[in-house]
């Protein structure tokens, strides 16, 4: 599925990879944010058909 990001305006296919090579977060904190909150990136992103 591929998701279009509200900040940048492109298109990607993985939003953590995305948020670690576009807006340059750490492995680390993508992780950490992911585990305390499976959806914290949701309203980031707008799916795409």
Known sequence: MKYMCRTCKTE???????????????????????KANANCYKNSFTPLE
């Open 12 to 34: 990607c296919d993985d939003i953590p990879e995305h948020m670690m090579k576009v807006h340059n977060f750490s492995k680390t904190i993508v992780d950490a944010q992911l």
